[in-house]
């Protein structure tokens, strides 16, 4: 899979960040949250990003 990074709130790539993939999908950098009660099935996971990530994006119509 190719990725484009749209958006991130640094630059050393140790940060929140948002992809654009190669299939038309975003995909996201983040800190994994373990701690939320819900039944995620073993394939996928939760991360945590800004909202402000998401707003950039928007606002530069990244996304």
Known sequence: MDLTRL???????DCPTLY???RGTLAVQGAPITEHGLRIPAHET???IPVELVRKAV???LI
């Open 46 to 48: 939760l991360v945590e």
């Open 59 to 61: 606002r530069d119509n």
């Open 20 to 22: 654009l993939t190669d």
């Open 7 to 13: 958006v991130g709130s640094c630059d050393d790539g």
